[in-house]
């Protein structure tokens, strides 16, 4: 409904004051209040890198090369940030939030140089078949094991 570019910046966004906040503030439930934000600022973040891969690059070729470029900056990304994070931690805890100014590029690289794909999609859209056209619904189990799940994780931090 609002389109990908929106969406991701606003993932952008939500993952910078989840990242960052918990180098701010002192209070606990503040910092996983900050937490579950960055959670969601990801969430909407990550499923739309492949999203965006499948659109921009129709060539079956490319496309499986730009998978497999975006998984390995992905894990290499993890790793170095998770050196730094541990480096910055030696200091204070607090610190090691600071990783996350690493975004500030990103969402400006983004801004600037990504354009909406709706254009683009729409020439992808005459070029495919129309195989897709059903809606899919989610079952309503998952949401159910999604819950357990999120309770699972949540409750000992309570």
């Known amino acids: 409904k609002f389109g990908y570019r929106p969406t991701v910046l ?3 966004i939500l993952t ?3 990242g960052i906040g918990p180098s701010i503030v002192e209070n606990f439930k503040w910092i996983l209040l900050l937490r579950i934000i960055l959670g969601i600022g990801i969430g909407l973040c990550n499923p739309l890198a492949v999203s965006l891969i499948n659109i921009f ?3 079956e070729k490319e496309r499986a090369s730009m998978l497999g470029m975006q998984n390995a900056v992905s894990g290499l990304g993890l790793t170095l940030m998770t050196f730094v994070a541990g480096l910055l931690s030696v200091y204070s805890w607090k610190y090691s939030f ?3 100014l690493a975004l500030i590029p990103v969402f400006i690289l983004f801004y600037f140089f990504v354009p909406e794909p709706s254009a683009v999609s729409e020439n992808n859209k005459e070029t495919k ?3 897709h056209t059903e809606k899919t619904r989610i079952h309503p189990t998952v949401f159910i094991l999604a ?3 999120f309770t699972f994780f949540i409750l000992p931090w309570l």
Do not use: K, M, Q, R
């Open 10 to 12: 606003l993932g952008l």
């Open 16 to 18: 910078f004051i989840g």
């Open 57 to 59: 690059f129709t060539n």
């Open 98 to 100: 600071l990783i996350y």
């Open 129 to 131: 078949n129309d195989e």
């Open 147 to 149: 819950a357990v799940i």
